[in-house]
């Protein structure tokens, strides 16, 4: 017996070194092998887009003088490429091209547009929110400051203000547009049906150009969530037709390139995950740019058909890093989504989803609150998010869901 | 007006999109050891590339020959825009790079760093400037050490510099935090006190019928088991922490669980070898591994790693000694009678067994 003892002994001492020494060696700095050796591959700068903007440096290198026009067209290129590839470097440069108006509190109209546009991309709302007002006070009349004013009201939640920005619009702009942008809020405030009657009317008048008419989907598929609709198999298809003809207007010629916006893939993706459809929404995410809501949504789609992979987790261990530290208040919702659904960490994702709740407020953000809540046990956590959404009257079916798994 | 107005429909729509990717990011680590500071900035090739130009055949690929040829613009590039100083004088700062490394799935180039101050400082300030005119949403992540403690800060085209006062690092503070960090992890880490229940169990009840330790002896042997495999947990725990060892975190919470249920066996299985010291050590270096995630979770890094490790590592001791002695005196009255020795060791033990068949459900 001892002998047999002894040689299971030394099979568990083995079973415990190979473990150790295996996967061991982390991360560390190498010599690659050889000079042909490729580190890194570099996003492609070819296509119209990067050319024009080759073309625009040259000619302000030419004539400075034309210099605001030239540099706002360049930016706007820059953040229409940011768009459809998700990177943030893109919003940086077009930040730097802005850089000689950047300490002048009245810069050309057409500046200060992109620098508010440029403030709300990285989440600094209450900067692009005066920006705007300063701007609408030298130009009251400028329909862009009212839909963009309209467009962060709506995200941090206060529906008065949007309401109003884009009931401007009607005046100052097509009614399309201003009926648009008052159906994303009524579609968050419990007039969702009223809202996607409107959008459904909107979208089968002809002529539309395609940006608007991806625009028009996507707001329709979002509004046909809100009502309960989603994307699992054999229920209404309302809302993935609508992302479905999105995604194909984009293709149309709407952005940059002929390419679907980060927000609309984003968007189907998320509407396919939730109706169990993991298998559709890799598929849709496959060639999508690497910005993290994409990874993080293949990650997802990865885990349900049982193919997740370490390095993908890492990856965005690493990008993620700062936001899941509570570093950077501008992915708190990346974070939270992350720490939730792939650590599964839900006290750490409670953290960052309140977090993200004092700078953001729309139904995917009250939703990663409640479930981050529900999941770490911890009810009265939320409790301020379901008393707010209740007295903001924000009517969403998933939240609602959600809403009555919380003790009364 | 087209222009314009495709502008702001694109906006509403972006208002609420996620700012997608993370901005481009630099890693800066110094160590300040006496008047001599050593550290790297990992620079990704993407900024490089950017700020110095590294695609010479503009192939949308980034090549190590292209990364060599361009080595001493890189050094030149990053030393000028990289400056500590220590009591108001620039410390002698010599810049290389011969190596590249990966993060996040993307290649970094690794500048190494090497330098004297005129005294050993009390107090750095690390100026940083490379990239922000290119590129200004660049964020650089610093993190400075001295004497066993990090502080670390994220410097930005609007804060570019940081300033540290080595001497008011506590070590303590950290020891102590991190003290009842362990304590607590033992405490929710129901794998880990499973795991210590069955180890004592048989020491106290006896395996066979009729054998039965005094309790000094039993005392004696716990302290021997509970050792070796304290032992193990702080090798691989240290070992880990310091970045020797890196091993997934599912295979660490995977094996872990798988060594309950192999101790629950071992319990029950007549035949089976005791659950001894030397086994208690084996199963410890894995049970360390699981301690070492717990650590890095709570940010260890920042704390100051030493202090942090051995902070840690005494709350777990405690935790662990806090459950036995509590245990202890139930279990020495049970063994008295032959029945609920071996009820309480046979239920104890499945109970065990059954909890790590779930727990390695999960986690495989």
Same mark, same amino acid.
């Given at each position: 017996?001892?002998?047999?003892?002894?040689?299971?002994?030394?099979?568990?001492?083995?079973?415990?070194?190979?473990?150790?020494?295996?996967?061991?060696?982390?991360?560390?700095?190498?010599?690659?092998?050889?000079?042909?050796?490729?580190?890194?591959?570099?996003?492609?700068?070819?296509?119209?887009?990067?050319?024009?903007?080759?073309?625009?440096?040259?000619?302000?290198?030419?004539?400075?003088?034309?210099?605001?026009?030239?540099?706002?067209?360049?930016?706007?290129? /820059?953040?229409?490429?940011?768009?459809?590839?998700?990177?943030?470097?893109?919003?940086? /440069?077009?930040?730097?091209?802005?850089?000689?108006?950047?300490?002048?509190?009245?810069?050309?109209?057409?500046?200060?547009?992109?620098?508010?546009?440029?403030?709300?991309?990285?989440?600094? @709302?209450?900067?692009?929110?005066?920006?705007?007002?300063?701007?609408?006070?030298?130009?009251?009349?400028?329909?862009?400051?009212?839909?963009?004013?309209?467009?962060?009201?709506?995200?941090?939640?206060?529906?008065?203000?949007?309401?109003?920005?884009?009931?401007?619009?009607?005046?100052?702009?097509?009614?399309?547009?201003?009926?648009?942008?008052?159906?994303?809020?009524?579609?968050?405030?419990?007039?969702?049906?009223?809202?996607?009657?409107?959008?459904?009317?909107?979208?089968?008048?002809?002529?539309?150009?395609?940006?608007?008419?991806?625009?028009?989907?996507?707001?329709?598929?979002?509004?046909?969530?809100?009502?309960?609709?989603?994307?699992?198999?054999?229920?209404?298809?309302?809302?993935?037709?609508?992302?479905?003809?999105?995604?194909?207007?984009?293709?149309?010629?709407?952005?940059?390139?002929?390419?679907?916006?980060?927000?609309?893939?984003?968007?189907?993706?998320?509407?396919?995950?939730?109706?169990?459809?993991?298998?559709?929404?890799?598929?849709?995410?496959?060639?999508?740019?690497?910005?993290?809501?994409?990874?993080?949504?293949?990650?997802?789609?990865?885990?349900?058909?049982?193919?997740?992979?370490?390095?993908?987790?890492?990856?965005?261990?690493?990008?993620?890093?700062?936001?899941?530290?509570?570093?950077?208040?501008?992915?708190?919702?990346?974070?939270? /989504? @992350?720490?939730?659904?792939?650590?599964?960490?839900?006290?750490?994702?409670?953290?960052?989803?309140?977090?993200?709740?004092?700078?953001?407020?729309?139904?995917?953000?009250?939703?990663?609150?409640?479930?981050?809540?529900?999941?770490?046990?911890?009810?009265?956590?939320?409790?301020?998010?379901?008393?707010?959404?209740?007295?903001?009257?924000?009517?969403?079916?998933?939240?609602?869901?959600?809403?009555?798994?919380?003790?009364? | 007006?087209?222009?314009?107005?495709?502008?702001?429909?694109?906006?509403?729509?972006?208002?609420?999109?996620?700012?997608?990717?993370?901005?481009?990011?630099?890693?800066?680590?110094?160590?300040?050891?006496?008047?001599?500071?050593?550290?790297?900035?990992?620079?990704?090739?993407?900024?490089?590339?950017?700020?110095?130009?590294?695609?010479?055949?503009?192939?949308?690929?980034?090549?190590?020959?292209?990364?060599?040829?361009?080595?001493?613009?890189?050094?030149?590039?990053?030393?000028?825009?990289?400056?500590?100083?220590?009591?108001?004088?620039?410390?002698?700062?010599?810049?290389?790079?011969?190596?590249?490394?990966?993060?996040?799935?993307?290649?970094?180039?690794?500048?190494?760093?090497?330098?004297?101050?005129?005294?050993?400082?009390?107090?750095?300030?690390?100026?940083?400037?490379?990239?922000?005119?290119?590129?200004?949403?660049?964020?650089?992540?610093?993190?400075?050490?001295?004497?066993?403690?990090?502080?670390?800060?994220?410097?930005?085209?609007?804060?570019?510099?940081?300033?540290?006062?080595? &001497?008011?690092?506590?070590?303590?503070?950290?020891?102590?935090?991190?003290?009842?960090?362990?304590?607590?992890?033992?405490?929710?880490?129901?794998?880990?006190?499973?795991?210590?229940?069955?180890?004592?169990?048989?020491?106290?009840?006896?395996?066979?019928?009729?054998?039965?330790?005094?309790?000094?002896?039993?005392?004696?042997?716990?302290?021997?088991?509970?050792?070796?495999?304290? *032992?193990?947990?702080?090798?691989?725990?240290?070992?880990?922490? *310091?970045?020797?060892?890196?091993?997934?975190?599912?295979?660490?919470?995977?094996?872990?669980?798988?060594?309950?249920?192999?101790?629950?066996?071992?319990?029950?299985?007549?035949?089976?070898?005791?659950?001894?010291?030397?086994?208690?050590?084996?199963?410890?270096?894995?049970?360390?591994?699981?301690?070492?995630?717990?650590?890095?979770?709570?940010? &260890?890094?920042?704390?100051?790693?030493?202090?942090?490790?051995?902070?840690?590592?005494?709350?777990?001791?405690?935790?662990?000694?806090?459950?036995?002695?509590?245990?202890?005196?139930?279990?020495?009255?049970?063994?008295?009678?032959?029945?609920?020795?071996?009820?309480?060791?046979?239920?104890?033990?499945?109970?065990?067994?059954?909890?790590?068949?779930?727990?390695?459900?999960?986690?495989?």
């Amino acid at each position: 017996m001892a002998v047999v003892g002894r040689r299971r002994m030394s099979a568990a001492v083995l079973f415990c070194a190979a473990l150790l020494f295996a996967a061991a060696a982390g991360a560390a700095p190498f010599v690659p092998e050889h000079d042909q050796q490729i580190l890194e591959r570099l996003p492609p700068r070819s296509g119209s887009e990067w050319t024009a903007i080759a073309a625009l440096h040259e000619q302000l290198e030419r004539d400075p003088a034309a210099a605001p026009a030239v540099a706002a067209e360049v930016a706007r290129r /820059y953040l229409e490429l940011f768009r459809v590839e998700g990177d943030a470097r893109l919003v940086a /440069y077009a930040q730097r091209e802005l850089a000689p108006w950047s300490s002048l509190a009245d810069p050309p109209v057409e500046i200060a547009l992109l620098r508010a546009e440029i403030a709300q991309l990285e989440h600094r @709302f209450a900067e692009a929110e005066s920006d705007l007002q300063r701007l609408l006070e030298r130009v009251p009349r400028e329909p862009q400051a009212w839909l963009t004013l309209a467009a962060i009201e709506l995200v941090r939640g206060d529906y008065a203000n949007s309401r109003r920005a884009c009931a401007k619009l009607v005046l100052l702009h097509d009614a399309l547009v201003a009926g648009a942008c008052l159906a994303a809020v009524q579609a968050a405030t419990g007039e969702a049906a009223q809202a996607l009657a409107f959008l459904e009317r909107g979208l089968e008048s002809a002529e539309l150009e395609p940006a608007l008419a991806a625009w028009l989907e996507t707001l329709a598929a979002e509004t046909a969530e809100a009502l309960g609709g989603n994307c699992a198999p054999g229920s209404s298809e309302a809302a993935p037709n609508h992302h479905r003809a999105a995604l194909a207007s984009a293709m149309d010629g709407g952005s940059a390139g002929a390419r679907p916006s980060v927000y609309s893939l984003v968007a189907y993706a998320d509407c396919l995950l939730r109706g169990g459809e993991a298998r559709a929404a890799q598929a849709l995410l496959a060639a999508a740019p690497p910005a993290d809501p994409i990874l993080l949504r293949l990650a997802v789609a990865e885990k349900r058909l049982g193919e997740q992979s370490d390095a993908r987790l890492e990856q965005l261990r690493f990008r993620l890093q700062l936001a899941l530290e509570g570093r950077a208040a501008a992915h708190a919702r990346e974070a939270t /989504y @992350f720490a939730l659904y792939l650590l599964e960490q839900p006290e750490l994702a409670l953290a960052r989803a309140l977090d993200n709740w004092e700078v953001q407020r729309e139904p995917i953000d009250a939703r990663l609150v409640l479930e981050s809540a529900l999941a770490s046990g911890r009810h009265e956590a939320a409790r301020p998010v379901v008393d707010w959404l209740a007295v903001n009257g924000v009517e969403h079916a998933d939240l609602k869901t959600l809403i009555a798994r919380f003790a009364p | 007006m087209t222009g314009r107005r495709l502008l702001a429909l694109l906006a509403c729509v972006a208002a609420s999109s996620a700012f997608a990717h993370e901005p481009s990011r630099s890693l800066l680590t110094l160590t300040v050891d006496g008047d001599v500071i050593r550290g790297h900035l990992d620079v990704s090739l993407r900024d490089l590339e950017e700020a110095v130009g590294l695609d010479a055949d503009a192939d949308a690929a980034i090549s190590w020959g292209e990364v060599k040829a361009r080595e001493q613009d890189i050094v030149r590039y990053a030393a000028q825009r990289l400056r500590v100083d220590a009591a108001g004088s620039a410390c002698e700062l010599a810049v290389s790079q011969k190596t590249v490394d990966t993060h996040g799935g993307a290649a970094y180039a690794v500048l190494d760093l090497e330098g004297a101050c005129p005294a050993a400082p009390r107090r750095v300030r690390v100026s940083y400037g490379l990239m922000f005119d290119v590129d200004p949403g660049h964020r650089s992540l610093v993190e400075i050490g001295a004497g066993g403690t990090t502080t670390s800060a994220v410097l930005s085209a609007e804060h570019r510099a940081i300033e540290t006062d080595l &001497a008011s690092l506590s070590p303590w503070s950290s020891f102590a935090r991190f003290a009842a960090e362990g304590v607590s992890h033992i405490w929710h880490g129901y794998d880990h006190l499973a795991f210590v229940a069955l180890l004592v169990l048989p020491i106290v009840l006896g395996r066979g019928p009729g054998k039965r330790r005094s309790w000094r002896g039993a005392s004696l042997e716990i302290l021997r088991v509970v050792t070796a495999f304290t *032992l193990a947990h702080s090798t691989t725990l240290a070992l880990a922490a *310091l970045g020797v060892l890196d091993v997934p975190t599912r295979l660490v919470e995977s094996a872990i669980a798988l060594s309950v249920l192999l101790a629950a066996v071992l319990n029950v299985v007549p035949a089976a070898p005791r659950l001894g010291a030397k086994l208690a050590f084996g199963f410890g270096l894995v049970h360390g591994l699981g301690f070492a995630t717990a650590l890095g979770d709570l940010g &260890a890094r920042d704390a100051g790693m030493l202090a942090s490790l051995l902070g840690f590592n005494a709350g777990v001791e405690l935790g662990q000694i806090a459950v036995v002695a509590a245990a202890l005196p139930m279990l020495l009255a049970l063994r008295c009678s032959a029945f609920w020795r071996n009820a309480v060791r046979y239920a104890g033990s499945a109970a065990c067994g059954a909890l790590a068949v779930v727990w390695l459900a999960q986690r495989l």
